[in-house]
């Protein structure tokens, strides 16, 4: 069993900073990747970025320049620092891990609040 604890959301005023992290714990098979995905009101969940244990990045073109994931595989933890924050980035972000080798063996977290005023 895999435990995915995210923490560092909250409010912000536009233009400002936020870093996000997820600490994965358990049995965490690699190679994997790790990653956030951010689900607005009445919108579906969508990437915002990812990072495998190699350091593969993948971003949505909506945060690229702005975003900036990293990773500390010695810690199982991912972050994501968030800079110039537009209030269209106001969601609840949640942290997810899967294998690249094993089919189906994907974890999410509980989900950060973060909201970014106008």
């Known amino acids: 069993q895999v435990q995915l604890v995210e923490s560092g959301g909250g409010l912000v005023q536009a233009g400002g900073s936020l870093r996000l992290s997820c600490a994965a714990s358990?049995?965490?098979?690699?190679?994997?990747?790790m990653g956030w995905y951010r689900q607005a009101p009445g919108k579906q969940r969508e990437l915002v970025a990812t990072i495998t244990s190699g350091g593969i990045t993948n971003y949505a073109d909506s945060v690229k320049g702005r975003f900036t994931i990293s990773r500390d595989n010695a810690k199982n933890t991912v972050y994501l620092q968030m800079n110039s924050l537009k209030p269209e980035d106001t969601a609840v972000y949640y942290c997810n891990a899967r294998s690249l080798l094993v089919y189906g063996w994907t974890y999410w977290g509980q989900g950060t609040q973060v909201t970014v005023s106008s």
């Open positions: 358990g049995s965490i098979f690699s190679p994997n990747a």
